[in-house]
């Protein structure tokens, strides 16, 4: 191999810049949620993806909408979001007075309500905007799976039939998207993607919808 | 400048004036060619592009002393060019590796590049903004082409262009092919063409003329590679395959608009079809 044919593939070999692979925090001194939303979209339209599963076991009132504006950019998707609410943390929350910090830790009241009254509002208002664009026929549908199963990583992934699908890891929740200096990661390796698909298939045949989680809430 | 001929010169420099990118492309001029006479300069934040035509003897010395001077009224900066080099030659090519910047034809190269493999490979992600800006307005392509950074290239593209189609009708079943050499400078040199069909190689040679040329063989080739040589020396060489059957795969989109919390929501409606010609 001559020099120059050495350097042009050492170099090919460095040159593998990813916009979807990528600390955002890092990339751009101001990062804009925006400009990864938009990256997003284009990608998932770029394959042409028809079913997308989203899964955060965070989940916040603000997040289905920041879903929505990924991926409703083509008609008739089907977009799934698999989540469990764990945000509401398991004790109710304030900001313990000496070290501001607000772990879950910190045992007290917040705005006089109980865990249970503020998961309930957190899942009310999710079913609320569910109910809203499915009526507006923005997607084919849209389905929020409450996992029975723990589960920590979140990632965006879709698997249409024939095609290599494409599955984003997200180093952080939807709700803390493009801040603490989390990444996201692009994976192409197929065997972790069966993985993924059968994680989905789990969940789907373990998981309960928000009426169920409603209901739940308010017997407990 | 000698015999209508101009060394295209372009510089991409940084703020220390470190060499970015290069080239000069020794250009054949036709009566309808601009030349550029002194250096020009265009800034893009901290990088700046500097182009000018050089004359053949300029370019030469540069290659020689591998520095590259431009000269500005209050003043001059000294580009410093690397030190390894290395010469190939850019086919036309379905399957070419290497970067040609001229659309449909071949050239000669000569590569300057640095000898220790030090390189940045950030660089041009850290700075993707300005070096779209930079391509598009120059025509250059070192972001899809990495190894293009921090080098200087030599170009003298050969004027040569080839017409290549295959035929099947009233003349018989094969080919046609013709030349165009628009200053005339390889008239009678001989053209090898190597016509393929299901395995089988059928070669016809003829001396490069202006004229269009039927080879009828039987069958329309499957693919063909053409070389020209002239003085000995290879001027010309394409290789590719001829299309018969083109798939297509189309998207039909249309658009759906939806208010939502008072934006309005633009939805693609994307219906696959796919046909063959």
Redesign the interface.
């Given at each position: 191999m001559s020099r120059w044919a050495q350097r042009k593939a050492a170099i090919k070999a460095e040159s593998d810049y990813d916009s979807l692979t990528t600390i955002p925090m890092i990339e751009f001194q101001d990062p804009k949620p925006q400009l990864v939303v938009e990256r997003i979209a284009e990608a998932f339209k770029s394959v042409n993806a028809r079913r997308i599963y989203v899964a955060d076991p965070y989940l916040n009132e603000t997040d289905v909408d920041l879903v929505r504006r990924m991926f409703d950019g083509v008609f008739d998707r089907e977009v799934t979001i698999i989540t469990r609410f764990d945000n509401v943390p398991a004790e109710p929350l304030t900001l313990c007075s000496k070290c501001r910090s607000d772990t879950a830790e910190v045992k007290g009241t917040a705005g006089g309500k109980s865990r249970s009254e503020r998961r309930s509002d957190v899942v009310t208002v999710v079913k609320n905007t569910v109910v809203d664009l499915t009526n507006k026929r923005i997607f084919k549908s849209l389905r929020i799976l409450v996992a029975n199963v723990k589960f920590h990583d979140r990632f965006i992934f879709c698997y249409d039939d024939g095609s290599k699908g494409l599955l984003l890891w997200c180093g952080t929740s939807l709700n803390h998207f493009m801040s603490q200096y989390s990444g996201i990661v692009r994976i192409s390796n197929r065997s972790f993607k069966r993985q993924v698909v059968k994680f989905i298939e789990l969940v789907e045949s373990d998981s309960k919808s928000l009426d169920s989680l409603l209901a739940e809430i308010e017997n407990a | 400048m000698s015999e209508g001929v101009v060394c295209r010169t372009i510089v991409v420099l940084d703020s220390d004036n470190r060499l970015l990118y290069g080239h000069s492309i020794f250009w054949k001029l036709s009566a309808l060619d601009y030349v550029v006479r002194s250096w020009k300069k265009k800034k893009f934040g901290h990088i700046a592009v500097y182009f000018s035509d050089l004359d053949e003897f300029e370019i030469h010395s540069v290659m020689e002393s591998r520095q590259l001077v431009l000269n500005f009224e209050s003043e001059s900066i000294v580009v410093v060019i690397p030190s390894?080099s290395?010469e190939?030659f850019l086919e036309q090519s379905y399957d070419a590796d290497e970067y040609n910047p001229f659309g449909s034809l071949c050239a000669a190269v000569k590569?300057f590049?640095p000898a220790n493999?030090k390189?940045d490979?950030?660089y041009?992600?850290d700075n993707k903004e300005r070096f779209a800006q930079i391509e598009s307005e120059f025509g250059l392509s070192v972001s899809t082409c990495?190894?293009l950074?921090e080098t200087f290239s030599v170009y003298t593209p050969i004027r040569l262009e080839e017409d290549f189609r295959g035929i099947e009708d009233h003349r018989g079943t094969g080919y046609e092919i013709a030349f165009s050499d628009p200053f005339s400078l390889y008239q009678g040199a001989n053209v090898l063409v190597q016509a393929m069909t299901d395995g089988a190689v059928n070669e016809h040679s003829y001396s490069l003329d202006k004229e269009q040329h039927v080879v009828v063989t039987g069958s329309v080739p499957d693919s063909v590679v053409t070389s020209v040589t002239f003085a000995g020396k290879l001027v010309f060489r394409s290789s590719f395959s001829l299309l018969k059957k083109i798939s297509i795969s189309s998207?039909i989109v249309s658009q759906?608009h939806?208010?939502?919390?008072g934006e309005v929501?633009?939805?693609?409606?994307?219906e696959?079809r796919s046909f063959d010609v």
């Open positions: - | 390894e290395e190939a590569y590049f493999a390189f490979a950030d041009l992600s990495p190894h950074l998207s759906r939806v208010e939502h919390k929501i633009t939805q693609s409606i994307i696959k």
